[in-house]
């Protein structure tokens, strides 16, 4: 089992719709949680981290589920900028390097 | 600042050439990690530094890659010899090692092997 797992996509949605993208990981040590996102030619940037109470900013929330090992991102009001490929980020205990999932591939639509 | 600062942006090589590509990581920043992407295998990590050391090449494919960081400010990886299944970006990404692990990847190299 890989130990970040994610729908790879595409998602193709209209302007305007909600879209959810969930990610599963193996490790059940991991403490923190991040979703990044990557234009396509250009390198990943952090979008936000994922914190067990779960957090939003903006149009966009995280949530975190610990005993199922699940971590969501929703997005809201897509805009044709959003396109993008989202990647589930996990970090076990320490100073252990960060773990990426594939990514999702996310097409908005006008 | 400047962010991570990565060259060659694109390089075309022959197989068999050997290949270095250069990293400068953010100021200040005491991890550095050298990733590899392509469409079939994602992101995977090649090694890692802490304070200048290297703490995992697990994910060096082979001996033809090494990677070096004499100093705070650079590093290398060197590829010697390429061969075609070496083509691939190669991101370059630093870290304040703490508790928010924020990776900052620079532009990448989209390294080509013919």
């Known amino acids: 089992r890989k130990e970040v797992e994610q729908d790879p996509g595409p998602f193709n949605v209209p302007e305007g719709a909600t879209v959810a993208f969930n990610c599963t990981y193996s490790?059940?040590?991991?403490?923190?949680f991040f979703w990044y996102r990557q234009d396509c030619r250009k390198e990943p940037k952090l979008l936000m981290s994922v914190y067990s109470s779960g957090n939003e900013d903006g149009r966009f929330t995280a949530q975190l589920n610990r005993a199922s090992q699940y971590i969501s991102l929703l997005i809201r009001d897509s805009k044709l900028s959003d396109s993008a490929t989202y990647l589930c980020?996990?970090?076990?205990?320490?100073?252990?390097?960060?773990?990426f999932g594939k990514g999702t591939r996310l097409s908005v639509i006008a | 600042d400047a962010g991570v600062i990565q060259s060659p942006r694109h390089e075309v090589t022959e197989m068999g050439q050997e290949v270095t590509l250069r990293c400068k990581p953010i100021s200040g920043h005491n991890s550095l990690f050298w990733y590899r992407q392509t469409m079939m295998r994602g992101l995977e990590l090649l090694i890692y530094f802490n304070n200048n050391v290297p703490i995992d090449d697990s994910g060096m494919p082979e001996d033809r890659f090494s990677a070096k960081m004499p100093n705070a400010s650079f590093s290398t990886l060197k590829i010697q010899p390429s061969e075609p299944r070496d083509s691939a970006v190669y991101f370059c990404a630093s870290t304040l090692s703490g508790r928010e692990r924020t990776q900052y990847f620079g532009p990448g190299t989209r390294l080509t092997v013919l």
């Open positions: 490790n059940s040590a991991s403490q923190s």
């Open positions: 980020v996990v970090n076990a205990v320490g100073n252990t390097p960060l773990v």
